[in-house]
């Protein structure tokens, strides 16, 4: 079966400063991608990121980079310079190729900025 | 472009009615998704539609759920006799082709109160 964890339920982050959301993964499918979505208050989820099983590099999205660690199934997400405007609830999310389609999320983890 | 699309925002019903959820998703993505998001927790698969039909229901709690999308962009998620357990937040999603790689984008989705 398909897992996602992440363990930090919360998370306070100075504003301006960089900040690491963990996300460790369980499958043993060998072709997956992991996202991140950002879910605001508003409620609508909001893609940010994505790394492929197969990639070669961490993939970075302006102030998003994905921390990808394959052996020990980890997908840790830094956002850099933290804004105000990133304060929200953050959703690490996996997919494998051999068990269809289903999207699997973790519980979330609540960032908070500090001005 | 316009993004996913749900109807209604809200939705307050009595225990034991049926109600209808719409999604529109991104024009031209073949793939759609609906999730259920209780409050805490990330979203929780439901089913997947490519094109018209349904290819991955497993995520459907029990028979009282039934989704549809008849000509392959609209989808409607039907549930019957509504129990109080039925309150969560109902998300949609699309992407363009289904694949693993392939990015889900979401709607703002529907809050479903079942009194």
């Known amino acids: 079966a398909q897992k996602i964890t992440q363990t930090q339920p919360g998370m306070f982050v100075q504003e301006k400063e960089a900040v690491t959301l963990d996300c460790t993964y369980d499958?043993?499918?060998?072709?997956?991608?992991l996202f991140w979505y950002k879910q605001p208050s508003s409620g609508e989820m909001i893609f940010l990121i994505y790394q492929g099983s197969y990639d070669q590099q961490n993939a970075t999205e302006g102030r998003y980079s994905l921390n990808f660690q394959k052996a020990r199934k980890s997908a840790n997400l830094v956002i850099s310079a933290s804004q105000l405007g990133d304060s929200a609830m953050y959703f690490c999310a996996m997919r494998a190729t051999n068990t269809g389609n289903q999207f699997y999320f973790g519980t979330g983890t609540s960032l908070t900025v500090i001005p | 472009g316009a993004g996913v699309s749900q109807t209604p925002s809200n939705k307050v019903t009595e225990k034991g009615k049926y109600v209808e959820l719409r999604c529109d998703p991104i024009s031209g993505h073949t793939a759609l998704y609906w999730y259920r998001q209780s409050l805490g927790q990330g979203p929780e698969f439901l089913i997947y539609?490519?094109?018209?039909?349904?290819?991955?229901d497993s995520g459907l709690p029990n028979d009282r759920f039934f989704a549809v999308r008849p000509e392959g962009s609209v989808s409607t998620l039907k549930i019957q006799r509504t129990e109080r357990g039925d309150s969560a937040v109902y998300l949609c999603?699309?992407?363009?082709?289904?694949?693993?790689?392939?990015?889900?984008?979401f709607g703002p989705g529907t809050r479903l109160t079942v009194l």
């Open positions: 999603a699309s992407s363009l082709y289904g694949g693993a790689s392939d990015t889900q984008y």
């Open positions: 499958t043993s499918d060998p072709s997956y991608g």
């Open positions: 539609f490519q094109g018209t039909g349904a290819a991955d």
